[in-house]
């Protein structure tokens, strides 16, 4: 299960606060996704990055940004616009678009 | 927009029995399908993959099939085993719409 790792596991936060999530892999993998995972819904992907200093928004960005500055990070922040950001958020990693995706052990993010 | 559907979402089957999990896909480019399961509480796992210059792959208990005309492709386990209850997630890849997944299938195994 190593090579790509998540932190913190379980996040807390106030409502209107913006919060990062941690993603790093040392899989020398080129492509970095990240994945809002909901009860009873499937991966919905936010944001992936195929090259350093390049990312495109997925299917549901809004309220999301992120940053790819070094081949092996990819954070994650969850801004105040975000309307409904509880959720258990995955990130994940790859040698290219098409190729098994490796995901990190996820984290679990409340906001009250 | 593109999609995956998958069905069931739910699936109970009997120790040593088999299980089916479909999906289809709206992309016509689509030339990628991995089978992700996922274990209570653990991450999501490759289990097999599919691209689209093949029709049938196999590996031990688990196979997939693809039917590029009709759009679907399906997960097929033999002889399931408790250790197979997990949610399985399909996906579909093309270059223009990327990774899209499935919602999932919760399978269970009665024992």
């Known amino acids: 299960d190593g090579g790509i790792t998540q932190s913190p596991k379980y996040l807390f936060r106030k409502e209107g606060q913006n919060v990062t999530l941690s993603c790093e892999q040392n899989?020398?993998?080129?492509?970095m996704y990240w994945y809002r995972q909901d009860p009873g819904q499937g991966l919905r992907l936010i944001y992936y990055?195929?090259?350093?200093?390049?990312?495109q928004k997925g299917d549901i960005a809004e309220g999301y940004s992120v940053s790819r500055e070094k081949k092996e990070s990819f954070p994650l922040t969850v801004t105040s616009a975000q309307k409904n950001p509880t959720a258990f958020y995955l990130c994940?990693?790859?040698?290219?678009?098409?190729?098994?995706?490796?995901f990190g052990p996820g984290t679990r993010l409340t906001v009250t | 927009g593109e999609n995956v559907e998958q069905h069931p979402s739910t699936l109970s089957v009997q120790e040593g029995d088999s299980a089916v999990i479909k999906c289809t896909y709206s992309?016509?480019?689509?030339?990628?399908f991995p089978w992700y399961k996922q274990e209570l509480g653990k991450r999501p796992q490759l289990i097999i993959d599919?691209?689209?210059?093949?029709g049938e792959k196999k590996d031990q208990r688990i196979a997939v099939t693809l039917n590029k005309t009709a759009k679907h492709f399906s997960l097929h386990i033999t002889e399931t085993q408790p250790e197979d209850s997990a949610v399985y997630f399909c996906?579909?890849?093309?270059?223009?719409?990327?990774?899209?997944f499935g919602s999932g299938t919760r399978l269970s195994i009665r024992p």
């Open positions: 994940a990693s790859s040698k290219g678009d098409s190729y098994e995706q490796y």
């Open positions: 899989l020398n993998h080129d492509a």
């Open positions: 990055s195929q090259i350093v200093n390049d990312f």
């Open positions: 992309d016509s480019a689509s030339n990628y």
């Open positions: 599919i691209r689209s210059n093949v």
């Open positions: 996906a579909g890849y093309s270059s223009a719409s990327k990774i899209i």
